[in-house]
């Protein structure tokens, strides 16, 4: 059964680094059947996709045009996780933050992490 | 704002049918039928309950069924119960932005 273990604080300060991570079990994130995202949900923007990353023939990463200049997703193959960090955070970003599992062969996300609440807060 | 836009609230009463609508663009839901619907009991991790338009995953109700028809993507729930009352969110993959949801609908169940 595969299971996504969120971990991060839960409180982070104006200007600085958001980071969370993504303990994956019971499947591989260098498998190519599947891709890796960040998902986060706000009162005032709903559910809001901000990246993946995957592996094909190498690894690789895209995201969402609204945080593209602070983010970056990246995964460790020998602790089985990945992770967000979002630079420069403002109180816009406090959130719920989801990680979730893409299966390629439905094109949805078909497992999420439990969520981690992020306050953006001086 | 979303990029699919989904009606804010939807009520029914227990044993009705009610139908959620998801509208998009000819750069998601127009072109691909990669449209998935998620329902999130607040506190708990969202759960997939149809992808690729209409096909359930296993273990989840025959209740629960997908269609769509040009930019607009729908989800019936039949037989309404108690345990549905829920958010539900729409995703499609777009040429856009590769993925975009929908800003959700509450549904409550009279």
């Known amino acids: 059964q595969v299971q996504l273990q969120q971990s991060g604080p839960g409180l982070v300060k104006p200007s600085q680094t958001l980071s969370l991570t993504c303990a994956v079990s019971?499947?591989?994130?260098?498998?190519?059947?599947?891709?890796w995202h960040w998902v986060r949900q706000s009162p005032s923007r709903g559910l809001e996709w901000l990246g993946r990353t995957y592996f094909g023939s190498k690894w690789d990463s895209d995201y969402a045009v609204s945080v593209k200049s602070r983010i970056v997703i990246n995964a460790d193959t020998s602790k089985n996780h990945f992770s967000l960090q979002l630079r420069s955070v403002t109180p816009e970003d406090t959130a719920v933050y989801y990680c979730a599992r893409l299966l390629k062969k439905i094109w949805s996300f078909d497992i999420w992490g439990q969520g981690t609440m992020v306050s953006v807060s001086s | 704002q979303s990029a699919l836009t989904q009606p804010a609230s939807v009520s029914g009463s227990p044993g009705q049918s009610v139908t959620l609508s998801c509208t998009g663009t000819g750069s998601d839901i127009g072109s691909y039928n990669y449209v998935s619907w998620y329902q999130h009991h607040p506190g708990k991790a969202p759960r997939l309950i149809i992808y690729e338009v209409r096909n359930r995953p296993s273990g989840v109700s025959s209740r629960f069924s997908g269609s769509k028809s040009g930019n607009t993507a729908s989800l019936t729930i039949s037989g309404l119960q108690a345990e549905d009352e829920a958010n539900y969110y729409c995703t499609s993959y777009t040429t856009r932005t590769l993925w975009v949801f929908g800003g959700g609908t509450k549904l409550t169940v009279l």
């Open positions: 019971g499947d591989s994130v260098s498998s190519n059947t599947v891709s």
